[in-house]
């Protein structure tokens, strides 16, 4: 594509992102009420007036504002969240609105290009664009309350503000959500797959919530170079290196360091294998996992949760 092609690409794009303003109460140490205001950024996905963004953009909201290209200004109403995803749906009702194409997050390819699309620090004048390559794919980062895994590695330009805006391609369609930084990094951004976003909005949508099973674990998978170096009794398998607590895991006392090989009679070599499985359970049924612990070999019955 010419310097042109990619230049239309963007700026048909930037139309459909937003910026979205949220006022969060709280109670200073005399119990008055203070309203807090917050900035993010958001993107317009479908024609009937829905905005994806992150849920950390919106988490304890009072009120929701968003803020089109156009400087139309409209009421944001709640649709649904995911937590553990960073996603949220906001609701707005207007007319002429311009959603973004969604891609697949499945054929991104580290080294290919992307631009990310925001409103870093609520800066006047239209979006930023920012440009860059995915450094990495399937990363995972750790907050106080959750990990976020599955996560695109990206060395676009994300700052604050730029939460919940687009990472596009050079077709000008929506790959990941932006959604994080490491503070003092120089170009360590994350961005969430849109696949992934996108199943969380479909089940909002139609649901309400997000209907996706819950374990609680994170992991990583085992090979055998990893279990040479680190003494393990086995060559595959999910090495389980956290747990959340008050989780399905947690309940039935799943460990850091457990060996996950199997789930409900079919064999567990790699967190994809985990995630597959998983995946064609629902919320509420209850399932089998092999686990190592000690070269030990046991039993956990576990019963799903739905995602929080």
């Known amino acids: ?10 700026e048909k794009a930037s139309k459909s992102v937003v910026n979205v303003n949220t006022v969060r109460i709280f109670r200073d140490l ?38 089109l290209s156009d400087g139309r200004v409209f009421k944001g109403q709640l649709a649904g969240t995911s937590r553990r995803a960073d996603v949220a749906v906001v609701k707005i009702i207007g007319e002429n609105l311009i959603p973004v194409p969604l891609g697949d997050s499945d054929k991104l390819r580290v080294g290919q290009r992307v631009y990310a699309i925001g ?4 800066l006047v004048g239209g979006p930023t664009v920012t ?7 399937n990363r995972t980062i750790h907050s106080e309350q959750v990990a976020f895994e599955g996560l695109v590695q990206t060395d676009a330009a994300i700052n604050p503000g730029n939460s919940g805006g687009p990472l596009i391609d050079v077709e000008g369609k929506v790959v990941a959500i932006n959604t994080a930084i490491i503070p003092f990094a120089q170009g360590i951004g ?16 139609v649901h ?33 290196v956290g747990v959340e607590g008050e989780s399905p895991s947690s309940k039935v006392g799943m460990a850091k360091d457990d060996i996950i090989v199997g789930m409900d009679g079919q064999h567990v070599g790699s967190i994809e294998d985990l995630q ?17 612990r000690d070269s030990r070999q046991f039993q956990l019955r576990v019963v799903l949760e739905r995602t929080p």
């Not at 409103?119 to 609520?122: E, L, Q, S």
């Open 1 to 10: 594509m010419s310097e042109k092609d990619v230049v239309d690409v963007i």
């Open 30 to 67: 005399f119990y008055r009420v203070v309203p807090v205001q917050g900035m993010g950024s958001g993107f317009i996905f479908d024609a009937e007036g829905y905005v994806l963004t992150n849920n950390h953009v919106i988490a304890d909201a009072h009120e929701i504002s968003v803020t």
């Open 119 to 122: 409103n870093p620090f609520g």
């Open 131 to 137: 440009s860059g390559v995915i450094s990495a794919l």
């Open 190 to 205: 994350f961005a969430v797959p849109i696949n992934a976003a996108k199943a969380c909005a479909d089940d909002i949508l």
């Open 208 to 240: 309400g919530v997000v209907r996706k099973p819950w374990l609680g674990i994170s992991g990583f998978t085992i090979t055998r170079d990893i279990a040479v170096h680190y003494r393990l009794p086995v060559e595959s398998g999910v090495l389980v």
């Open 276 to 292: 597959s499985v998983l995946m064609q359970k629902q919320p509420g049924e209850e399932v089998t996992l092999v686990v190592l």
